[in-house]
């Protein structure tokens, strides 16, 4: 079940959004301003996210670039009253992945949703970060070229954090996606496998933090 984070000022559309995409199946996250909209980001990862431009506190672009130069690439469609030709172009610029003016048919919002998130789940064959190196293909994972020997949840867990750099996942967030059931307050797997990935990393340059009571995040040291 795919997570959407919508954002969204104008409190009737927030909530056409919520009903609307619920009944497709979606878990959707609401917020109307950036200060919402970041602490969902800070607890939960959504699978893609639906921004509005104008807010209370700010600039959705704003958020989008912080975003994106936290490399963190989740899926964002802008869907705002800004309309231009020009405006278009700076919110693909600033990273957007689609850009919808309003007024907007929800059908349509729905097929682009989609593409969105079909193409968030074509990993490249390989990823380097430094010292580190995913092989996808054979999920397996070096560190200056020696194997870090994962077990296949260990792989899995490493690339989904690595796709998700300085990303704050929670627990729960993470046992669902990796492991595919609630955690249901048996964190015991889930805390041996970032500790085993925690050593394993030693000399690559980055490590995973956990904050208690908060969630874990794959940072540089």
Known sequence: MKTLLCVEDEFDLLQNNRVFFEGRGYVVLTAENLAQARKHLAAQAPDAIILDI??????????????????????????????????????????ANDYMPK???????????????????????????GALKLD???????????????????FSLLLYFVQRENQTMTAEDLYKKIWGQPLNNDSNALRNAAHQLRKKLAGSGYTVAAEYGVGYRFERE
Request: hydrophobic share 45%; proline share 7%.
């Open 136 to 154: 996808v293909t054979a999920s397996e994972a070096f560190v200056n070229g020696t194997d870090m020997l994962l077990t296949p949840k260990q």
């Open 54 to 95: 104008m807010l209370p506190d700010g600039l959705g672009l704003d958020l989008l670039k912080e975003l994106r130069e936290a490399g963190d690439d989740t899926p964002v469609l802008l869907l705002t009253a800004w309309g231009r030709p020009r405006n278009i172009a700076d919110g693909l610029r600033a990273g």
């Open 103 to 129: 007024p907007f048919d929800y059908d349509v919002l729905l097929a682009r949703v989609e593409t969105m998130l079909r193409g968030a789940e074509r990993i490249p064959e390989a990823i380097t970060k």
